[in-house]
């Protein structure tokens, strides 16, 4: 299984970035992808999962400023973050869950500079 996750960047706070994960390696269809983020200093934490039924889960700290989606066609996965932050600067993975397997892809860095 390959994750290659892309879109990071540098952006002024209130601007928007787009993530996006392409999965190669197994059935993206019934897989559960997701983002987690990790900040220097602190632990990796939940940013958004979608399921293989189209069911969404967003942290606290994102909901209403980021959506996932995906495109089971392109085996991608994408997380539209608008709104962003400054505490919303981190490295964030792609995740994928099918089971009773994890996979993780390389972080890509996004700057929120204020």
């Known amino acids: 299984v390959q994750l290659q996750a892309s879109g990071g960047g540098l952006v002024q706070a209130g601007g928007s970035l787009r993530l996006s994960c392409a999965a190669s390696?197994?059935?993206?269809?019934?897989?559960?992808m997701g983002w987690y983020r990790q900040a220097p200093g602190k632990e990796r934490e939940l940013v958004a999962i979608?399921?293989?039924?189209?069911?969404?889960n967003y942290a606290d700290s994102v909901k209403g400023r980021f959506a996932i989606s995906r495109d089971n066609a392109k085996s991608t996965v994408y997380l539209q973050m608008n709104g962003l932050k400054p505490e919303d600067t981190a490295v964030y993975y792609c995740y994928q869950y099918f089971a009773p397997r994890i996979y993780w892809g390389q972080g890509t860095q996004v700057t929120v500079s204020s």
């Open positions: 979608i399921t293989d039924f189209g069911s969404e």
């Open positions: 390696g197994n059935n993206f269809r019934i897989t559960t």
